[in-house]
C-alpha cells in the first residue's frame, strides 16, 4: 500500500469550508467574552496574572476580529482572486480602491495575536511562580 503524502494544512471546498473557518472565529470570540465576562463578574479576580490573562483576551479576541472582517472582504469583494502578496509592492498599491488599503492592513493580523501569544505566555509564567510545587 502506498501512503499519500501528509499535509500540515487541509484545503475545505468551497464555500462550506469558508462557513465552518468563520464559525470557528466566532466561536472562539464569543468563548473569550464569555470566559471575560465570567471572570470579572463571578470572580473578583486581582493581580498581575489576572491582568495578563485579560489582556491575551482581549488581544485574541481582537486578532479574530480582524481575521473575521479579512476572510469576509475577500468573500466580499474578490480579494483572493487578485493576487495579496502583488499588493505588497508600493507601486500596485498606488492606483486602487481605499478598500484595498483597508484590506492590506486589517492583513497584518500579528499585531493582534502576537501579543496575545505574549500576554498568554506572561500568564503561564506567573501561574507558575504562584505554583507550590
Request: charged content about 10%; hydrophobic content about 50%.
Amino acid at each position: 500500500m502506498i501512503s499519500s503524502p501528509a499535509r500540515a494544512t487541509q484545503i475545505h471546498p468551497y464555500p462550506e469550508g469558508l462557513y465552518v473557518h468563520l464559525f470557528s472565529h466566532f466561536y472562539f470570540m464569543l468563548s473569550l467574552a464569555l470566559i471575560f465576562y465570567w471572570f470579572s463578574r463571578y470572580l473578583r479576580v486581582s493581580g498581575k496574572t489576572w491582568f495578563y490573562l485579560k489582556l491575551a483576551f482581549l488581544f485574541f479576541f481582537l486578532w479574530n476580529l480582524d481575521t473575521s472582517v479579512v476572510h469576509f472582504m475577500e468573500f466580499h469583494f474578490g480579494f483572493k482572486t487578485s493576487s495579496y502578496y502583488a499588493l505588497t509592492f508600493s507601486s500596485h498599491l498606488r492606483a486602487v480602491t481605499p478598500w484595498v488599503w483597508i484590506y492590506y492592513f486589517l492583513r497584518f493580523d500579528h499585531f493582534f495575536c502576537v501579543p496575545a501569544m505574549f500576554f498568554l505566555w506572561k500568564t503561564l509564567k506567573e501561574f507558575q511562580k504562584a505554583c507550590p510545587f
